[in-house]
């Protein structure tokens, strides 16, 4: 198990629905508040997940995907009623096409920063925990997709050096032509290995009984008072904003013209419960941290 | 443990009834009820001020003299709201020609569209509208109408009071180059041309195709141009929500006046022109199979946003040309109205153009 966050040692149903709960509301609302405060949290938990990692991710990817997107969608999207000049193509360029631009942008780095999370918490033993009874098969072929990127990665490191080390067939190394041939051969060991892999994962676990009605499976989650009350959280925070998202509080549109709600009292009570559902597993990292740190002192 | 709990649910109960509150100042255009006018044609002033404060559109509809009529009321354009008489008393009808009168004495100080409701249709594709003082007949603008299972007679008047008369405008009226009007909507014979425009009405002109053209800036020339979209008002209930709140108050985006053009212009060069002169949005995209750009939308209504068979259509002259506007080549004294349809141009006289 993880030790590292303490959100991370929670029970797994409530890992997974906080984060069930966080991908619906961060795909769903389009209202800029809501969209900053979800990047704001995501960039924290990420950051204290996965630390510099995170940094890479938001300025060599994240940044770019979101300009690459304001700049995309004004280009083949001409409606507003704000006209700011005009194209070469004769249509206009709108104020509200390059916001709507940036507001899909921020949902995606939102989304993806989010699921870069869910991965480092949702380990695939808590995943095979949460679905293995209810749907055996699709869930491990769930948890070796989701692992097989990172998986694959990291074995595509050992073979790359390993190949470099014995042979020197690098991708560093001799013309460009044989560079290119040193990558597809070792792209391709990849390949066979990783087919592999998962033909041999799947007989160990046939081979264990895995998915057989009577076989009951190892696990050290029980669900504790802590437990029982951040579902309870998690679910006042939920109907509360889905309250306040269904009776308008977080209306907004782009197009044709910008309107929506920003300052009502309603709207504010909702951001802040949206606010507080979404730095849940930082403050309770930190929350733990302090408390660490306080008994610490006192030994 | 339990306290939290407890000063949780307090809170949630606490939150609640503010969700409800409308407090908001720039609250989008919504659809309300129609509303039927009573006997006396009087509208109190709270129920104006309700729709100024809610931002609704509400039509109010009553009959005379066995005719429908209807006002589209938007709640943006109300100033000040006033106890109104929204009555009008129609006192002749024949074939081609309506007369009626306001029962107000003071004008609405807003303009609402009128759409009064024929029995017959009218062989007409729109009306002149003159106020009638003294005997005297002085034409004040033009009427559009829109066929939705009868015919449908749209125009916003300037003022509110006295009496009008509305005759339809024939063909023979409007300036045109054509010799024959026979037969105006009759097609041609022959066979499709390459960009899959069949043959051209005899008398109409021929489309020209863009590639051919010169334009030269020395010469100019004059037309009428307009722009309206009436029929979205007898079809409120089908156009998207959202656009309510572009839609023009009287249907019309540019009335109809006199612009210059340059000899050998396209009437697609002339839109753009126009719409980038008078800050309208526009937006249009080339398609090659027809050689000719094709208006998706104006002032951000668009194409399908009235119902599937919804769109931009134009006609020139009381035809709608069944090619391109970029193919179009304008003349001297064209009289150019852009349309918009609900219903594949059947609804603006416009079916011959899409092939029916």
Known sequence: ?299 | MKKLFALLLALLFCVAPICGCNLSNSLPASLGDSIELPESGVVAAHVFEEMKRENKIVRFYAVSNGIHYEWTVFGSDIESPKDLNLGIQITSVSPNDIVFSFISKENFGFSPVLSITLNETWNAQSATVYKIADDVQTPIGGADTVIKDKCILNFSPPFQVGSLEIRAKSENDAPSQTTSPTAPNSKGTGTKDKYNTDPVPEGKPKPVEPDDINVNKKIKHTCTFSIECSSIINNLSDLDPNKLDVLPPNGVLFAPQTVEFYEGESLYDLLVRVCRENGIQMEAVWTPIYNSAYVEGINNLYEFDCGSGSGWMYCVNGWYPNYGCSRYKLCENDNIAWRYTCNLGKDIGGASAVGE
């Not at chain 1, 360029?93 to 993806?112: D, F, K, N, Q, W």
């Not at chain 1, 549109?253 to 300052?263: A, E, K, T």
Request: with cysteine.
């Open chain 1, 1 to 299: 198990m993880r030790g590292r966050d303490a959100f991370s040692n929670y029970h797994p149903l409530v890992n997974f629905l906080y984060f069930c709960l966080i991908f619906g509301f961060s795909m769903f609302f389009t209202h800029p508040v809501c969209l900053l405060i979800s990047l704001f949290c995501a960039l924290c938990l990420n950051i204290k997940l996965t630390g510099a990692a995170a940094l890479k991710g938001l300025f060599c990817f994240s940044l770019p995907a979101l300009v690459a997107i304001s700049l995309i969608n004004p280009a083949f999207n001409h409606q507003g009623t704000v006209i700011l000049c005009y194209l070469p193509s004769g249509n206009p360029l709108t104020l509200e096409s390059i916001l709507y631009g940036l507001s899909a942008g921020t949902m995606l780095v939102c989304v993806l920063t989010w699921f870069s999370c869910f991965n480092e918490v949702i380990t695939s033993d808590k995943f095979i925990y949460l679905f293995g009874r209810i749907i055996p098969i699709m869930s491990l072929l769930l948890s070796m997709a989701l692992s097989f990127v990172p998986k694959f990665k990291a074995q595509f490191e050992q073979v790359k050096q390993a190949r470099s080390c014995l042979v020197g067939r690098d991708v560093t190394n001799g013309s460009l032509l044989k560079r290119l041939g040193f990558a597809v051969s070792c792209f391709s060991i990849m390949v066979t290995k990783s087919l592999e892999g998962a033909i041999e994962t799947a007989d160990s676990m046939k081979s264990r009984g895995y998915g057989l009605p009577k076989r009951s499976a190892f696990s050290v989650y029980i669900i504790s008072k802590r437990d029982k009350f951040a579902l309870l959280w998690l679910f006042f925070c939920a109907i509360f904003v889905l309250c306040g998202s269904l009776s308008g509080c977080l209306f907004w549109r782009y197009f044709p013209s910008i309107r929506g709600v920003l300052i009502r009292p309603a709207t504010i009570a909702t951001y802040i419960v949206y606010f507080a559902l979404c730095i849940t597993p930082s403050i309770i990292d930190i929350v733990e941290e302090i408390k660490w740190k306080y008994l610490h002192s006192k030994i």
